[in-house]
């Protein structure tokens, strides 16, 4: 069974409460002071100033926080719990040695090590406020840690082969790990398909993953044009990645002389770009190919400390949010991330994004990225009671943003209690 406990279930079973705050900050309206949250059976069931709350509903029991501002859980949107364990083993600052590191430490794993440092990676999660995850696995284990922890999630299936004759044998096997995994699947872990990156798959498995993706109806993650590197090996064939990444990597016969486009439209001619798909990292993109993405409605996680980390550059966040691409956050993993700390990746931001901005773009735009916004990212009736409590203690709730991951009081998912302090 999954963790988290229940508050206050009747003899029906229906868990029921009310969770009040010194504010309750829903995201998709202004924040209530001293408000109330009735939630019934891990849903949202009314909404508005806490005594009002209380007075209308005079049984239900009441959680008080009186110091707290109680908002939605964050979602992370671009993580690899799996990669848990390698915390300060990758040499960060290149992006080659990073990814030649991080070769060499995952060929020393085995499936139990995968396994463990899944669990570890999602506890992490849990503790830095994190209630969604948008994770990619290779592995296929961080999908059965995120069942035992009690998140909610989309587990995104990572392929990888740049080798065109590798291709069917490739997608043959995706098919029988999407009826392995769905087999031990819930509600509230959903699928998605992860082709790794333009410099590390076919052309014909981009197109076979698309083609899959979309017959199944399930979404798309991609590492979308994360290094200068990247674009050129794409566009020209030449750079670093062409002389030495394919070599490390094992691929020195895959012949590839570049296709004079950027790696954005590269994948939209494999049919990767679509209303389903979520970019990651999108640093080095022209206005052409952020136009591109608002047109095929691809959102992007952004990951502002993982770019530092790998010093990849900056992404254009600015620019997505003004041509109204959707852009949610991502921690990536603990591979290129000193530590999760949700808030940390908050202050990250360029510091011309407003406080509000920042928080939607942790809660609700990562939602909707994951094709979760009518359940989940804001407090809504209707939706589901995924919940943070923070402690703050000046008088501005957006002040949250400069809380850490030890301010959290509680951290609930559908009304289940996974984390408290
Ligand atoms: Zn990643």
């Not at 029921?16 to 949202?44: A, E, F, H």
């Not at 990951?303 to 620019?319: D, E, I, M, Y």
């Not at 956050?329 to 999760?340: E, F, M, P, R, V």
């Amino acid at each position: 069974m999954p963790a988290g406990y229940l508050l206050y279930a009747d003899n029906k079973g229906v868990v029921s409460l009310i969770l009040r705050g010194r504010w309750v900050l829903p995201v998709t309206r202004d924040p209530i002071p001293d408000g109330g949250i009735l939630i019934k059976d891990g849903v949202i069931c009314a909404l508005s100033d806490g005594d009002s709350l209380e007075k209308k509903y005079p049984d239900e029991e009441v959680l008080l926080f009186e110091n707290e501002v109680v908002m939605p859980g964050f979602v992370n949107l671009h993580a690899h719990i799996e990669y848990s364990v390698m915390q300060g083993k990758c040499r960060g600052g290149s992006f080659l040695s990073w990814i030649q590191d991080l070769i060499k430490e995952a060929r020393s794993m085995n499936e139990s090590d995968w396994l463990e440092s899944s669990r570890y990676g999602a506890r992490l999660m849990v503790e830095s406020g994190v209630t969604c995850l948008g994770d990619i696995s290779k592995t296929d284990t961080s999908f059965q840690a995120i069942y035992e922890s009690g998140l909610r999630a989309v587990v995104f299936l990572e392929v990888i082969g740049l080798d065109e004759m590798e291709a069917d044998r490739i997608i043959d096997d995706l098919r029988l790990r999407l009826l392995k995994v769905k087999d031990r699947g819930s509600e509230r872990v959903g699928l998605g398909l992860s082709p790794h990156a333009p410099y590390t798959v076919s052309k014909r498995l981009f197109e076979e993953v698309a083609r899959t993706a979309h017959q199944r109806k399930l979404p798309i993650m991609v590492h979308l044009s994360e290094t200068a590197d990247e674009e050129a090996f794409v566009r020209e064939g030449k750079g670093l990645f062409a002389d030495i990444f394919k070599k490390a990597a094992g691929w020195g016969n895959v012949s590839w002389n570049g296709l004079g486009l950027s790696a954005a439209m590269y994948l939209d001619t494999c049919g990767i770009l679509a209303e389903k798909t979520i970019a990651t990292h999108a640093v080095h993109m022209s206005k052409e190919d952020i136009r591109l993405l608002r047109a095929r409605d691809v959102s992007v996680a952004h990951c502002p400390r993982s770019n530092a980390f790998l010093g990849v550059g900056k992404a254009p966040v600015k620019t997505f949010l003004d041509e109204g691409v959707l852009v949610g956050l991502g921690t990536d993993s603990l591979a290129s991330n000193d530590q999760i700390d949700f808030f940390d990746e908050m202050r990250a931001l360029d510091p011309s994004i407003p406080l509000d901005l920042r928080i939607r773009m942790a809660t609700i735009n990562g939602a909707r990225a994951l094709g979760l916004g009518d359940k989940i990212g804001s407090i809504e009736v209707g939706k589901y009671a995924d919940l943070i409590a923070v402690t703050v203690l000046s008088d501005d709730p957006y002040d949250v943003c400069l809380a850490t991951k030890d301010d959290i009081c509680l951290v609930m998912v559908e009304g289940s209690v996974l984390h408290e302090s």
